[in-house]
């Protein structure tokens, strides 16, 4: 545990001095990233899913993102109505809040605390919850909040399809019935294992910190319920449901993960309240690790 910690802190600091020293392009860090989203992410995906045994528990990590999806959204447009917040502001936040970060920062923190048995289950609280979500929810808010493209089947449909990991899980579910090859599974395996490092690099060269007076308040309400209330809705629905072992656990930690990249980038492009967006992102990864230490303490 202390050296896959070790792992994490020093990766991710390795993005952040790189990106101040100027020692890299800004390009890099969405090289990196289509390279995670393309290549790595993809190959651990097909070696993960096949070995996924299929039974009832593996819907709690699948319904689970869109439960907290309804319960934050309308949690966050109540907040800005009764604490007045701009049109701006309750936009970024109905996309940063219940959209979390579970592939780029989940699937290395979940690897680390919970070993590779609890990556199937965080592949698909990530493939059928925050990606699909994110590709259908978030271009809805986008659409509302913003002057982005009115949201169409077509549209939808387009992004889920043309994304290289859901594809890779679609292709995983069918090689459950033909195995791939001994040779073939070692060549993906390694690509696999520069998932982790790669992705909390590209994580650190995109970390900002910035926050100004006036986004305090909606950026501390929005760290609360991303970062504390959303995992306390999850594990209560542990309960609720009996859900027990990894599936329970690794629900629960990936609904406290730190707010979506992607998402706080949409919202920046869009000018939805950008500081915001981006203090969202930047302060709750740091602060993320410490909660989640505090979650994997308690579920285990």
């Not at 050296?3 to 860090?29: E, Q, T």
């Amino acid at each position: 545990m202390a050296a896959n910690l070790l792992l994490i802190a020093v990766c991710l600091l390795a993005g952040v001095v790189l990106r101040a020293s100027r020692r890299v392009s800004d390009d890099v860090a969405h090289a990196l990233n289509a390279y995670v989203i393309h290549v790595a992410l993809p190959a651990v995906v097909l070696r993960q899913i096949p070995a996924i045994h299929f039974s009832e528990q593996l819907l709690f990590p699948a319904m689970v993102p869109w439960l907290l999806l309804l319960t934050s959204a309308a949690l966050v447009l109540w907040l800005g109505k009764r604490l007045h917040w701009s049109r701006s502001v309750t936009g970024a936040l109905l996309l940063v809040v219940p959209l979390g970060n579970t592939s780029f920062l989940g699937l290395p923190l979940v690897q680390s605390f919970w070993g590779e048995a609890g990556l199937p289950y965080a592949i698909i609280y990530d493939q059928l919850g925050s990606f699909i979500a994110l590709s259908t929810y978030g271009i809805w808010i986008l659409s509302q909040y913003a002057d982005g493209p009115k949201p169409t089947v077509k549209l939808v449909l387009h992004r889920i399809f043309h994304f290289t990991p859901f594809l890779a899980l679609l292709a995983g579910l069918l090689l459950k019935f033909a195995p791939l090859p001994p040779l073939l599974d070692g060549v993906l395996e390694r690509i696999g294992a520069t998932l982790v490092p790669v992705i909390l690099v590209a994580v650190g060269l995109q970390w900002k910190l910035d926050l100004h007076a006036e986004l305090r308040a909606p950026l501390a309400i929005g760290l609360t319920v991303k970062l504390l209330v959303m995992p306390a809705i999850a594990f209560a629905l542990v309960k609720l449901f009996g859900i027990s072992g990894l599936a329970g656990q690794v629900t629960v930690f990936e609904a406290g993960m730190a707010s979506m990249i992607t998402a706080g980038a949409l919202a920046m492009n869009a000018g939805l309240a950008p500081r915001l967006a981006a203090a969202m992102v930047g302060f709750g990864i740091p602060l993320s690790l410490l909660s989640l230490s505090v979650w994997h303490w308690l579920l285990t």
